[in-house]
């Protein structure tokens, strides 16, 4: 059962236009959204998050949109450039009692074309 | 520096053998996960531990086994029993869950067995 879902493998965009990542989620409970990026043989690396009550959160080149009523995540990036290339995962985490587990999607693979 | 050192990076075993990874943080993180990666399947949660001398199973444990004797290190242990061992295993660590703090990942260990 896959709670978190990236349903797009892969993405390709110019340099200088916009990225938009999706994700989607099932789970109702979930209180903290989160956006990593990965590169090959790296561990990820943390880019920007979202509480749930919020609808949207913005740093820099990226912004994370909510949408709580569509169960719905988005990562823009603006600019893109092209070191930007590499996967990114949305993740999600349910806090109940003392665990902050994350639930992570599949990954978008984002290439950004010069 | 603080951050998750993970090693060795790449590391080969003979099927039928255990196997440990080792994963320390200087954090001062009270949680620790362990994460496996698959193609096409993002990260799957395999244990985390919350505090020393206690963890619990994630989604996919069968086969692995940890322990939490310190604070600054959580080793995974790839047992013959795990039918699928080859994957790269990401640890991880992060501060109190009630306050939302993302996770931090080290560089990851390449298992491959053969």
């Known amino acids: 059962d896959q709670q978190v879902k990236q349903n797009s493998p892969s993405l390709s965009v110019q340099e200088g236009r916009i990225s938009i990542l999706n994700c989607d989620y099932t789970?109702?409970?979930?209180?903290?959204f989160l956006w990593y990026k990965k590169y090959p043989a790296e561990g990820p690396t943390f880019l920007i998050s979202?509480?749930?009550?919020?609808d949207k959160n913005e740093d820099g080149r990226f912004t994370v949109f909510l949408n709580k009523s569509a169960k719905h995540l988005s990562l823009h990036i603006v600019p893109s450039q092209p070191g930007d290339s590499a996967v990114y995962f949305c993740a999600a985490r349910a806090y109940s009692g003392n665990t902050g587990k994350l639930i992570f999607g599949q990954g978008t693979t984002l290439q950004v074309k010069p | 520096d603080g951050g998750i050192t993970q090693s060795p990076k790449y590391l080969f075993r003979k099927e039928g053998q255990n196997v440990t990874l080792s994963c320390e943080q200087n954090?001062?993180?009270?949680?620790m996960y362990w994460y496996r990666q698959d193609p096409g399947q993002g990260l799957r949660l395999i244990y985390y531990?919350?505090?020393?001398?206690?963890?619990q199973k994630g989604d996919i444990a069968e086969g692995y086994s940890v322990s939490r004797e310190k604070k600054e290190s959580f080793p995974l242990t790839v047992t013959s029993a795990q039918k699928n061992p080859t994957a790269f295993y990401l640890c991880a660590s992060s501060g109190q869950p009630e306050v939302r703090s993302p996770l931090h990942f080290g560089n990851g260990t390449r298992l491959t067995v053969t």
């Open positions: 954090l001062n993180h009270d949680a």
């Open positions: 789970n109702s409970m979930f209180d903290y």
């Open positions: 531990s919350q505090i020393v001398n206690d963890f």
């Open positions: 979202i509480s749930s009550i919020k």
